[in-house]
């Protein structure tokens, strides 16, 4: 009987550009293997007809993944005019057409409605859960699903071209929640049309950058040199929490917040309010927590130098 393979505590992340036709649990699945890391997840779904930024966390990085997923992303996308699909993109049937198609002039007259905190209802097909069932299970089983719409903000969204009368390119800026593919289906409808996304790609996510990604293939190719050729392509733990404000502390105190003890910070520069600081010693994390009245306390330690 062949020995199953062990697997490490391996720590940090990869911005994974992800390709089109991969699921986000797929693309964590095949760097799980790559890396043989015990634990490893992602910071925010990507359909699998979306490209773009992944990020995926390993080891005591995962403590860090809600601190990505709430910052801002950026996505460009293409929309399709004329049609409006069951699901909001390529995948779906269609549902309603139209024979109206806007001009530029028209389109960015109405960006501005868009921006700002809005009310959007999401896609059918999403993985918002009604009385505990995925929505886009429901839908996928023929039963009727409502959703209500909930309030998104957009930072920016701006038209980029519009090739031809059938379709227009954009960039979206904007916050946790927001489905593009809705955002698609409602300028269509605000222009007196239909419309649906027929290419996303995601660009940044929190903290990260374009610039960060890297293909799966080239991640698939350090691998075959070896565990040590993968992991090096891995970015530090605190990448993780580059939006969120550093607190540096003595060892006695690191100490104590490893234990689950609260530490009072002294110092002219130290912060007395902080919904979320991350805490370093020597330069090693060792914990996030909040401040409160010049009182830290930790939320989540880290032990990467402590197992």
Known sequence: MARKKKFDDVHGWIVLD???????????????????????????????????????????????????????????????????TSTDDTEGEVIATADTRPSRAEIEAILPEFIGEIMQVPPKFSAIKIDGERAYDLARDGEEVVLEARPIEILGLDLVEAPDADTAVFDCECGKGT???ALARDMGLRLGTRGHVIGLRRVHVGPFEEDDMIPLAEIEAAAEGGLD????????????????TEVPVARDAAARLRRGQSVILRGRDAPADEDAVWVTCGGELVAIGEVERGELVPRRVFMMGNE
């Open 179 to 181: 489905y593009v593919r």
């Open 18 to 84: 992800k390709p089109v036709g991969l699921t986000s649990t797929q693309a964590v699945a095949r760097l799980k293997r790559l890396f043989h890391a015990n634990k490893c997840g992602h910071a925010g779904t990507l359909d699998p007809l979306a490209s773009g930024m992944l990020p995926i966390a390993f080891g005591e990085a995962t403590k860090t993944v809600s601190f990505v997923m709430d910052g801002t992303k950026v996505y460009r996308f293409t929309v399709r005019w004329g049609a409006q």
């Open 229 to 244: 050729a993968a992991r090096a392509l891995l970015r530090p733990v605190e990448a993780g929490l580059a939006e969120v």
